[in-house]
């Protein structure tokens, strides 16, 4: 998508602190973090939210959802850390390109807020 920031980001047109890089996945440092270790994974290909999904995408999320544990080791949050998606404007998503947020290096409550 032409005007879509994480995949201007994914195509290398805009530059990121990258910590996770494959053929189908990018993971890059926040550029406004809420967490001492605030990390952003995407996967390349453009898929607005998790409403965009199908069955045809389960293999996506789960690869995706399997370098969650290998990141967060890289990064030395391993033994704490928070996993969220947002979907959707009232869900608190802004930037309209399916990510994780992957949140370490402090401690977490419940409720979040």
Same mark, same amino acid.
């Given at each position: 998508?032409? %005007?879509?920031?994480?995949?201007?980001?994914?195509? #290398?047109?805009? /530059? &990121?602190?990258?910590? @996770?890089?494959?053929?189908?996945?990018?993971? *890059?440092?926040?550029?406004?973090?809420?967490? /001492?270790?605030? +990390?952003?994974?995407?996967? #390349?290909?453009? @898929? &607005? &939210?998790?409403? %965009?999904? &199908?069955?045809?995408?389960?293999?996506?999320?789960?690869?995706?959802?399997?370098? !969650?544990?290998?990141? +967060?080791?890289?990064?030395?949050?391993?033994?704490?850390?928070? +996993? +969220?998606? =947002?979907? $959707?404007? #009232?869900?608190?998503?802004? !930037? *309209?390109?399916?990510?994780?947020?992957?949140? $370490?290096?402090?401690?977490? =409550?419940? /409720? /979040?807020?």
């Amino acid at each position: 998508m032409a %005007d879509c920031i994480f995949c201007k980001i994914g195509n #290398k047109e805009i /530059p &990121s602190t990258v910590v @996770y890089e494959d053929d189908d996945f990018l993971a *890059f440092r926040d550029i406004n973090p809420v967490a /001492p270790t605030h +990390v952003l994974l995407i996967p #390349k290909k453009h @898929y &607005s &939210s998790l409403l %965009d999904l &199908s069955e045809d995408d389960a293999d996506l999320m789960g690869r995706m959802m399997t370098l !969650v544990p290998k990141i +967060v080791k890289q990064l030395g949050i391993d033994e704490g850390f928070r +996993v +969220v998606i =947002n979907t $959707g404007a #009232k869900g608190g998503q802004t !930037v *309209f390109h399916l990510h994780i947020h992957l949140l $370490g290096g402090r401690v977490f =409550n419940w /409720p /979040p807020g």
